[in-house]
């Protein structure tokens, strides 16, 4: 104890008040081999000293000085464990009901336990005495934003097979589809009348989109080839050779002239649209390449892949930034949001909301148990997912709330198998939504102009959330 007392409380206890009330002045320079000073214990004079640093005893980490532990007697050995009477009342009783610490480790009287109990938290203040257990509120899902149901108004069949792909162009007087008819057709988006048609794939056509800096037109199919249509001579003018297997998909750089195709060979290709030079191969995924999506910011290019992961890439080096692991199953729509810095990905376990630039996870939207072949999104939050069982649903982005369920009828004629949707996209005024669909028809769906909140309200409750990371 001895030994105890001058290792732990000799430095503490060394310097003496001011006070002019001592009994007996203390020698200055008496030390040990330590170099800490000695003072006369159990010689029959009383001395009183002042705890000038920051721990009563025994030392307590974060244990504040009060009026009853400012003072301490100097500790004799047969006085050392009567002095820890001089803690807080409060405090002394916390110490005593604390369980010992497991392996015989040592913690000092005063220390905070380090494991909290689950689900509290210790409020901590000006009130530190009468610290409070306080049970951690669940986190609850906000009230989703009201939005009008869509109702199908349109029906538009011309093509011959399923109709795999849609896109609408900037100008808004006009769409293109294309079909496993092999044949792209231009249709006039207000009327729905058949404008034109394209012929020179050789196999189902899986990509089209409309360029937003030239008069182009670029498609790809499961014939291994990329087109670039010139819409003023309605002629091919450009091929783009390389991808190995068929191309799934394409996207087109928004503000420099570059297309970006992914396919069946595992990889995504970007080209010089001007040149047909191939300037990257993005290799790594394990499987094919469904899904490629394309902005200005970084990460400027998104795949989506049957290999179940997403990859994010940087377009100058060519190699992946991220990859995401989280989906269970294929991974065959990407979109992204045109105002949040955010994209969401779908696959049969779910549909899941990403944030950039380094892909953290937001939330899991579930409830389209299905193969989910189309992801769209407009700028008031609503988010479509299309599935290959001819379901559509629509979400509040924000909180993602299904807000609407849809399963329109197959066209007369059809078997009630031909249900699926291969393709969706909103008009550029986002008032209309077009779905492409196996039953050879393009679906054209618009807001119930006579929906309210009273006539279909929302049916939420402040459930708890659920996320899970996979």
């Not at 002045?25 to 009383?46: C, F, I, L, M, R």
């Not at 050779?241 to 002239?257: C, E, F, K, Q």
């Not at 991220?322 to 969401?344: D, I």
């Amino acid at each position: 104890m001895a030994i105890k007392l001058r290792n732990e409380y000799g430095p503490v206890l060394h310097m003496p008040t001011s006070k002019e009330n001592l009994k007996e002045k203390v020698p200055q320079n008496a030390s040990d081999s330590y170099g800490h000073k000695q003072y006369p214990a159990n010689q029959g004079q009383e001395v009183e000293y002042l705890v000038t640093g920051t721990h009563p005893y025994p030392p307590g980490p974060g244990v504040a000085l009060t009026a009853d532990t400012k003072i301490q007697r100097m500790p004799s050995e047969s006085a050392a464990q009567s002095l820890a009477v001089a803690l807080p009342a409060s405090q002394a009783r916390a110490d005593a009901n604390r369980p010992v610490p497991a392996g015989g480790e040592y913690r000092h009287p005063g220390a905070p336990d380090r494991a909290q109990p689950a689900g509290a938290v210790v409020m901590e203040g000006s009130n530190a005495k009468n610290s409070a257990l306080m049970p951690k509120k669940a986190p609850t899902m906000p009230k989703p934003q009201w939005h009008p149901p869509w109702k199908l108004y349109r029906v538009i069949s011309g093509h011959l097979g399923w109709v795999r792909c849609i896109a609408v162009e900037p100008g808004n007087q006009w769409f293109v589809t294309g079909s496993a008819d092999r044949t792209i057709k231009i249709w006039d988006l207000a009327s729905g009348k058949l404008k034109l048609s394209l012929t020179g794939h050789i196999s189902t056509v899986r990509g089209v989109i409309v360029s937003t800096r030239s008069p182009y037109l670029f498609s790809c199919g499961e014939d291994k080839q990329v087109k670039c249509w010139d819409l003023e001579y309605n002629k091919v003018i450009r091929h783009y050779h390389g991808h190995l297997s068929a191309v799934y998909g394409l996207d087109l750089h928004p503000t420099i002239d570059v297309l970006v195709t992914c396919s069946r060979d595992s990889t995504a290709r970007i080209w010089d649209v001007r040149t047909k030079a191939s300037v990257h191969t993005l290799s790594g995924h394990t499987n094919a390449v469904a899904t490629v999506r394309c902005q200005a910011a970084e990460p400027q290019i998104i795949t989506g892949s049957h290999d179940t992961t997403i990859r994010l890439w940087d377009l100058v080096a060519g190699k992946t930034r991220v990859t995401l692991t989280n989906h269970k199953k294929s991974v065959r729509a990407v979109v992204l949001h045109p105002r949040h810095y955010t994209f969401a990905s779908g696959s049969p376990d779910n549909i899941k909301q990403w944030k950039f630039p380094d892909g953290s996870f937001i939330q899991n939207l579930s409830g389209h148990n299905a193969i989910i072949n189309t992801l769209t999104v407009n700028s008031d939050g609503v988010l479509v997912s299309g599935a290959d069982n001819g379901t559509m649903h629509l979400w509040d982005w924000r909180t993602g709330y299904n807000f609407q369920r849809v399963h329109a009828a197959v066209q007369p004629g059809s078997l009630d198998s031909e249900s699926g949707i291969f393709a969706c996209a909103f008009d550029q005024s986002e008032s209309r939504l077009l779905t492409a669909e196996a039953d050879k028809t393009i679906k054209v769906y618009k807001e119930d102009d006579t929906a309210t909140e009273e006539t279909h309200p929302v049916s939420w409750k402040p459930e708890i959330i659920k996320r899970k990371r996979f």
